[in-house]
């Protein structure tokens, strides 16, 4: 069985500030691991993927995640938030044999202020 | 790019009723994939489908859901008879290959109204 937990349901940040939105996942094999963004009233996009490449994966929009296996984590950054980064992401899991169904984390709403 | 299409994007019915979602996944893709996002909430895992058949269901797809590949490139999620807790928005994701690193692409997805 896998999951995923996503710490901090609401982030904000400044215009131009670092965007961190945690992710700690859980699964018995090692895992696929995604981050998906949605915006209002519309789809899932994916931003970046893990699959057992390089440890550190780098995203569409600017942003990148790093899978720490010690950690069991796969936080999502950006170095400078922007207006149009404000939405939700989804952090989720695959296993890499079995079901391979996605299973999602509850998501992080972000907010960027001026 | 190619991309998975749902038809429709929303939908009103009223409870009781049968609905039929309708999806075109991308056309070399293997494995199909209902979601369904209840509002506020988190993306829920509802089916999986390969080789015409289902590969593995949650607990949520019970015997009111129904999925369907009638004719090679549409695939459907029907509900029997809705009830209001099955409004909801529902996505329909592929993939081209179990392991594949490419991962899913999601619809656009259906908000199903249930009133």
């Known amino acids: 069985a896998q999951s995923v937990t996503q710490l901090g349901s609401h982030v904000s940040v400044s215009e131009g500030a670092l965007v961190l939105l945690r992710c700690n996942y859980s699964?018995?094999?090692?895992?696929?691991l995604f981050w998906y963004v949605q915006y209002p009233n519309q789809g899932l996009q994916l931003l970046l993927k893990?699959?057992?490449?390089?440890?550190l994966v780098k995203g569409i929009n600017g942003f990148e995640a790093e899978f720490k296996k010690s950690e069991t984590s796969f936080h999502l950054t950006k170095p400078s938030a922007h207006m149009s980064d404000a939405a939700e992401y989804f952090c989720?899991?695959?296993?890499?044999?079995?079901?391979?169904?996605?299973?999602f984390g509850t998501g992080t709403q972000l907010k960027v202020e001026l | 790019e190619p991309e998975v299409t749902q038809t429709p994007s929303h939908q009103v019915t009223q409870m009781g009723q049968e609905v039929i979602l309708r999806c075109v996944p991308i056309?070399?893709?293997?494995?199909f994939y209902w979601y369904r996002q209840i509002l506020g909430q988190k993306v829920e895992f509802l089916v999986s489908?390969?080789?015409?058949?289902?590969?593995?269901k949650s607990e949520i797809f019970d015997d009111q859901f129904s999925v369907e590949r009638p004719d090679g490139s549409n695939f459907t999620l029907k509900i029997r008879s809705t009830k209001l807790e099955d409004s909801a928005m529902y996505f329909c994701?592929?993939?081209?290959?179990?392991?594949?690193?490419?991962?899913?692409?999601f619809g656009s997805g259906t908000r199903l109204t249930v009133v």
């Open positions: 699964s018995s094999v090692p895992p696929y």
């Open positions: 989720a899991v695959s296993l890499t044999g079995g079901g391979n169904k996605l299973t």
């Open positions: 489908f390969y080789n015409n058949e289902i590969s593995e």
């Open positions: 893990y699959t057992s490449a390089a440890t």
């Open positions: 994701a592929s993939r081209a290959s179990r392991g594949s690193p490419d991962g899913y692409t």
């Open positions: 056309s070399n893709h293997l494995y």
